[in-house]
């Protein structure tokens, strides 16, 4: 990506091109640093507890629901069972959606999915509530690095461009 990248501005791409690329690329390590922070905390937790890492959070949604412990609430609670599902697709869907945003980003099918993966950060809200969590600072930065990475880019309309 990064070569990508360079060779747009080196090539005198147009100005919302290069910036759109850089838009990309922050999102994307904003995500990424995201797994390092803590994301999310019980609500009633000390202020010196730390909370649940981002990367821990990931795979806890990832794997539960395929445990036996996920087996027993999708009998007990389906609500939250398929909550708990959809936030662990969250972050394949993220990278498999961006892949397709930067190979055809002006297809209809691009632009359902990023809506699509948008509208999944819904069931974190729900896990929270359910679970009694609040999320914290590497949950916001891991759902702004998504949103940026897959809503930037969008450049000029009909050919239009603006030179740097």
Not at 123 to 128: K, L, N, P, S
Request: some cysteine.
């Amino acid at each position: 990506m990064q070569l990508l990248l360079l060779n747009a501005v080196r090539k005198g791409a147009p100005l919302t091109v290069r910036r759109n690329w850089i838009l990309v690329v922050l999102g994307f390590a904003v995500f990424v640093t995201a797994f390092f922070l803590p994301a999310v905390k019980d609500v009633n937790a000390s202020a010196k507890d730390v909370g649940v890492m981002g990367y821990k959070c990931a795979s806890l949604a990832l794997r539960i629901p395929w445990g036996h412990e996920g087996q027993g609430m999708l009998h007990s609670s389906p609500v939250q069972y398929f909550s708990i599902l959809i936030s662990g697709w969250i972050n394949p869907a993220f990278v498999l959606v961006l892949i397709l945003v930067l190979v055809k980003p002006g297809s209809g099918l691009s632009w359902g999915l990023r809506v699509l993966v948008a509208l999944m950060f819904i069931a974190c809200w729900v896990v929270f509530s359910q679970v009694h969590l609040k999320p914290q600072m590497g949950y916001w930065l891991w759902m702004g690095g998504i949103l940026v990475a897959l809503f930037s880019p969008w450049g000029p309309r009909n050919g239009e461009t603006r030179s740097a």
